[in-house]
């Protein structure tokens, strides 16, 4: 690693505490998916996947609200 980061002076390691969901971007994604999700009533598993799926697909498909997400997370400050 020390070494990649050598050729890679841009990037750096951040230590993280090892229990912190407040720093991890994910919780902001699923909190996002359980929004539009809770009212939902999928008939099986299938339904509820495909439910699940079609909210990840339209928020990768904004990447305003994927950096508004990261930026709520308490991650030290990286993006433009």
Do not use: T
Not at 21 to 48: F, Q, R
Not at 50 to 77: F, H, K, T, W, Y
Request: positive net charge; charged residues 25%.
């Amino acid at each position: 690693m020390r070494s990649f980061l050598n050729r890679h002076p841009r990037l750096h390691l951040e230590a993280f505490p090892p229990y912190a969901p407040e720093l991890n971007p994910d919780e902001g994604v699923w909190n996002h998916c359980k929004h539009y999700l809770a009212n939902s009533s999928p008939d099986d598993l299938h339904e509820l996947a495909r439910d699940v799926s079609r909210q990840l697909r339209n928020l990768r498909g904004s990447q305003d609200r994927l950096r508004a997400l990261i930026r709520q997370s308490e991650l030290p400050p990286f993006l433009p």
